[in-house]
């Protein structure tokens, strides 16, 4: 069966650190999101891809950084972790029109100390 | 800035009541959706509403795009436990998702 998959599950880092958070997908998938959640906020996008080689900027990226080199793969890096980037991350993946489902990964926990 | 505003934040229940969620926008989005989510795992997509003024449902769950296609509402018939969890409404524009905040639902058995 296709799915979605995140790695790690929960990561607790330090302030300053280069954090990478893993995401893949096995849906064939052209579009690709990186999205956190936080208490009062839902989910709120970081970077998004349309496809392999194309990252776009969402409303909350400052501080993160994407990269795609295949269909599977998007990976989320934090630069310099900072305690503000502690949250639950989940990536998600749709196909090619905006009327279909976007399928999340169960979410990876980040605590920056 | 939130685009989506969802209210109420939280809702407690007890098992056999109807609830109503609202999720209201300046905006209007081409599509909008509603997802679940449970503890520790990621939103999964219940329905997705196109047309201004449709109505869908889903046993219990009653889903509502307003006219202008800038609202919603879910509500739920004779909630169960089972029900409980976080409910996000999400606009789509450019296969993008903006999503509400959520709202907490819980069923007391």
């Known amino acids: 069966d296709a799915e979605i998959t995140q790695s790690p599950r929960h990561k607790i880092t330090e302030t300053g650190r280069q954090v990478t958070l893993a995401c893949h997908q096995t849906?064939?998938?052209?579009?690709m999101f990186w999205y956190r959640q936080d208490l009062g906020h839902g989910l709120r996008l970081i970077h998004y891809?349309?496809?392999?080689?194309?990252?776009n900027k969402g409303e909350v990226s400052d501080g993160y950084s994407v990269s795609r080199s295949n269909t599977e793969d998007l990976p989320l890096t934090l630069e310099s972790a900072a305690s503000s980037q502690t949250s639950v991350y989940f990536c998600a993946s749709s196909a090619y029109t905006q009327l279909e489902t976007q399928y999340f990964g169960p979410g990876t926990r980040l605590l920056v100390l | 800035t939130q685009l989506l505003e969802q209210s109420p934040q939280f809702l407690s229940i007890q098992e056999g009541e109807n609830l109503t969620v609202y999720c209201n926008s300046s905006?209007?989005?081409?599509?909008l959706q509603w997802y679940r989510q449970e503890p520790g795992e990621g939103p999964v997509l219940l329905v997705t509403v196109v047309t201004g003024g449709e109505v869908k449902k889903l046993k219990r769950l009653t889903f509502q795009f307003g006219d202008a296609r800038k609202d919603s509402s879910l509500h739920i018939t004779a909630a169960q436990p089972g029900d409980t969890g976080l409910y996000l409404c999400a606009g789509a524009s450019d296969y993008k998702l903006s999503f509400g905040a959520g709202t907490t639902v819980t069923v007391r058995a």
């Open positions: 905006s209007v989005f081409s599509s």
């Open positions: 891809s349309y496809g392999v080689h194309d990252t």
């Open positions: 849906w064939n998938h052209n579009n």
